[in-house]
C-alpha cells in the first residue's frame, strides 16, 4: 500500500497567485462557443438518438423478461466497473499496478461502454483534471449544467487535439489503438452473442429482446450515469476538500458510478485507488480493488484518508 498524503489540500499544492487565477477563470462568464464549435456533429447526434430510441423500445411489455433484466444487470457491472477500475483508477490515473492480462480485460471491459476508444479516453479525462470547470475544460461546468452532462460531446472540441499530449504512455499498446479506432465493432459479437442466447432460451420477446436490453438500454443508462459524474458532481453536494474548481461529492451520483460520485475527494487526491474517504462514503470500485489485493492482482495501491 502507497500511501499519499492527504493532510496537503490542494490549496497548498497551488501557489496564492497560480490558485485565484485558476479560480477567476474557475468564475468568469463563458464566450459563446466560436462557429466553428457550434455546428452539431451529426454522426454522434444520431447514435445518441438511436440508442436513446432503442432504450425505449426495449422497456415496451413485449420485450419484458427477467432475463433481460440479468442480462442488463451483468452486462451494467461488467461496463461501468470496466470504466471505473480499468479506464479510470487504473490505466487513466494509475492509482495501482495489476498484471497485464487484468488491465488489459478491464480496458476491454471499458470499452463496451462506447465512450470512445482508452487512448482518447485517457487523454481527455487527464486534460479535464488539468483544467477542470476552467473555459478550456471539454465538459466545463461554467457552461451549464446540460453543456457539463451531455451538450459537449454534441460538438467539436479543441481538447481532443490537446489531450494527445496526456496519453503518450499508451502509444506502445497497439490493442489499445486497434480499440481506439474499432471500439463500435465491440457490440457487434456482444449483440449476436445476445441474440442466440434469446432464441435458445425463449425468452420473451426472444433474440431482440435481450439484444435492446443488453445494448442501447444499457448503453443509454450507462452514458447518463458517467455523464452524471460530469455533471451532477460540479453542481450538487458537498465538499470535504477545497478545491480550485467546483466538484463536489454526492452520494446518489456515487451509488450509480460504483464510488465515483465522490468526486471532491477525487480531484483533491486524483491518484487515491479509493475515493469514498469517510466512513459512510461507500465505494464499490475501492471494493473490487480490496478484492483484487487479496489476490495479488493489484498491488502499491496508491491510497490517500480523510484527515478528519
Excluded at 456533429?41 to 430510441?53: E, S
Amino acid at each position: 500500500m502507497v500511501a499519499i498524503d492527504s493532510a496537503a489540500s490542494p490549496s497548498r499544492s497551488h501557489s496564492s497567485s497560480k490558485r485565484l487565477a485558476i479560480e477567476a477563470l474557475v468564475h468568469a462568464p463563458r464566450r459563446p462557443l466560436p462557429a466553428s464549435q457550434a455546428r452539431f456533429k451529426l454522426g454522434t447526434l444520431l447514435f445518441m438518438f438511436g440508442m436513446h430510441v432503442g432504450a425505449v423500445a426495449a422497456l415496451l411489455p413485449m420485450f419484458w423478461s427477467w432475463q433481460a433484466v440479468l442480462v442488463l444487470a451483468v452486462l451494467y457491472w461488467t461496463t461501468v466497473l470496466g470504466v471505473t477500475l480499468g479506464l479510470h483508477r487504473l490505466v487513466a490515473h494509475r492509482s495501482f499496478e495489476a498484471p497485464r492480462w487484468l488491465e488489459r480485460l478491464l480496458v476491454l471491459m471499458g470499452t463496451l461502454s462506447c465512450q470512445g476508444g482508452p487512448v482518447e479516453w485517457v487523454g481527455l479525462h487527464r486534460h479535464h483534471h488539468l483544467y477542470s470547470d476552467q473555459p478550456n475544460d471539454h465538459h466545463d461546468a461554467g457552461r451549464g449544467l446540460w453543456w457539463a452532462h451531455s451538450g459537449w460531446m454534441l460538438h467539436d472540441i479543441p481538447a481532443l487535439e490537446a489531450s494527445e499530449r496526456f496519453n503518450r504512455d499508451l502509444d506502445a499498446d497497439p490493442l489499445y489503438h486497434w480499440l481506439d479506432r474499432w471500439f463500435l465493432l465491440l457490440q457487434v459479437p456482444l449483440g449476436l452473442m445476445l441474440y442466440a442466447l434469446g432464441e435458445r432460451l425463449q425468452v420473451r420477446g426472444g433474440g431482440l429482446g435481450l439484444v435492446l436490453w443488453g445494448i442501447p438500454l444499457r448503453l443509454t443508462i450507462v452514458y447518463h450515469v458517467t455523464w452524471l459524474v460530469n455533471s451532477a458532481t460540479h453542481f450538487f453536494g458537498y465538499r470535504n476538500f477545497d478545491c480550485p474548481d467546483r466538484s463536489s461529492n454526492c452520494w446518489w451520483v456515487a451509488i450509480l458510478s460504483f464510488g465515483e460520485g465522490w468526486h471532491n475527494n477525487h480531484h483533491a487526491h486524483p491518484h487515491s485507488a479509493r475515493h469514498g474517504l469517510r466512513w459512510f462514503e461507500v465505494d464499490i470500485t475501492w471494493l473490487h480493488i480490496q478484492a483484487l489485493k487479496r489476490l495479488g492482482w493489484a498491488r502499491r495501491v496508491r491510497l490517500a484518508r480523510y484527515p478528519g
